[in-house]
């Protein structure tokens, strides 16, 4: 199949359990998921993500797009300002971004990490 379809991806159920994330004495975000697979492109990792309120360091390597469908919240780079977003806003990654994530509203997002 040469093109895959998320149908209605802000409302899509059925996320898969990811664990939580959080840093050492605040509360952990419940992360939830769809990977897809697109064949002959298995390096690239794309997907539905959803995160519920919380503090957490990004652990992502690899340079990242991502376009949040709603929520809200902030991501502030190492040695830098906090970037602040809110559903409907898209942020571009460079390899080996780090920083802190901020979620104040359950986030979710349509990704693409290669």
């Known amino acids: 199949m040469k093109v895959q379809q998320i149908q209605q991806a802000a409302q899509v159920a ?3 359990d990811w664990g939580t994330a959080g840093l050492p004495g605040t509360q952990p975000a419940r992360v939830t998921g769809r990977q897809v697979v697109i064949p002959g492109a298995e390096a690239v990792d ?14 992502v390597k690899e340079a990242e797009v991502m376009h949040f469908l ?4 902030s991501f ?3 040695g830098e300002k906090a970037l602040h977003f809110k559903g ?3 942020m571009f990654f460079e390899a080996n971004t ?3 994530w901020e979620i104040n509203e359950t986030l979710r997002k ?3 990490i290669f």
Not at 47 to 56: A, D, I, M, Q, R
Not at 70 to 73: Q, Y
């Open 14 to 16: 059925g996320l898969e």
């Open 76 to 78: 502030t780079p190492d």
């Open 46 to 59: 794309t997907g539905v993500f959803e995160c519920s309120p919380g503090t957490y360091r990004r652990s």
């Open 110 to 112: 349509i990704y693409v």
């Open 98 to 100: 780090e920083g802190l």
């Open 88 to 90: 409907g806003d898209t």
């Open 70 to 73: 709603s929520g809200s919240g």
